[in-house]
């Protein structure tokens, strides 16, 4: 079974949109992989400001090969019924067809064959689908292109199993980079798999799950409103807007001139 790693990196997502995206994002790549035939066992998606990611586990190495039975016409029926059938059959003539009996009759039956394909081949056509199609409340262009995103989109991974899942969209090619923090780690990087993708990040001061950002938002300021005697007025929104706002957070006190 395979793992499918995605990242869309991007300028900074607006933090009042990355839970949608979140969801949107596994409700679209799970969607399209069952369409294609493809189960797998878990999906996961994570936002930080400016990478949507996803991995997928459990994936076959193809999916499988259809047989389908699609009943058609009497083979009395008009001609204009018999072509239509056949022309939705993908079939060129009725010879290709099967005839069969029931007690009104004979009618047609297609046999229709269709031989799996590479999971990788699936997926280089699901994911340029799904950017192109993602519905952010609000997106834009950029430079001469045509895409459209919440911002713009700098760079797409796509692993499968450690291997570069070959795409383009808009002049954006796969590939198995990202990048850290954009001031304290802004050099890329490789990766060859979740963990590895997960672990690398965090060396490059990038917290990838959004509520382990928000835990620790709170522990810190409780912990230095503690250590000046205050009483950290809690705000679960203002929280949460904060955790989409950094990829390293670290809680600073100030104050105001009287």
């Known amino acids: 079974m395979a793992e499918l790693l995605l990242e869309l990196f991007s300028e900074e997502i607006p933090a009042r949109m990355q839970s949608r995206a979140r969801d949107d994002l596994a409700r679209l790549l799970g969607n399209a992989l069952r369409d294609a035939g493809l189960e797998y066992k878990d999906i996961k998606t994570f936002t930080t400001p400016r990478r949507l990611t996803a991995v997928v586990e459990g994936l076959p190495a193809r ?7 699609r009943k058609g016409p009497r083979v009395d029926a008009p001609e204009a019924a018999i072509k239509g059938f056949l ?27 269709k031989p799996g394909r590479a999971t990788a081949e699936v997926i280089a056509g699901i994911v340029p689908e799904i950017i192109k199609s993602f519905p952010w409340p609000k997106s834009m262009r950029w430079g001469s292109g045509k895409l459209r995103w ?12 450690g291997k570069v899942v070959e795409l383009e969209i808009d002049g954006i090619e796969s590939g198995k980079e990202t990048r850290g ?15 590895d993708y997960r672990k690398k990040l965090r060396e490059a001061k990038v917290i990838l799950d959004g509520e382990e950002r928000a835990r620790l938002i709170a522990e810190q300021a409780r912990a230095l409103a503690k250590k000046h005697g ?5 705000d679960e929104a203002l929280l949460a807007e904060n955790a989409g706002l950094t990829e390293w957070p670290v809680v600073l006190m100030g104050a105001f001139d009287e």
Do not use: T
């Open 181 to 195: 923090h954009r001031f304290m780690a802004p050099e890329p990087f490789s990766v060859k798999s979740f963990e």
């Open 150 to 161: 919440v911002r713009p989109l700098h760079s797409i991974l796509c692993l499968l199993d």
């Open 87 to 113: 022309k939705a059959a993908g079939l060129s003539s009725v010879a290709q067809a099967e005839k069969r009996d029931d007690k009104k009759g004979a009618y047609y039956v297609a046999l229709i064959e």
């Open 230 to 234: 205050l009483s950290l007025v809690e």
């Open 63 to 69: 999916s499988p090969d259809i047989r389908e039975e």
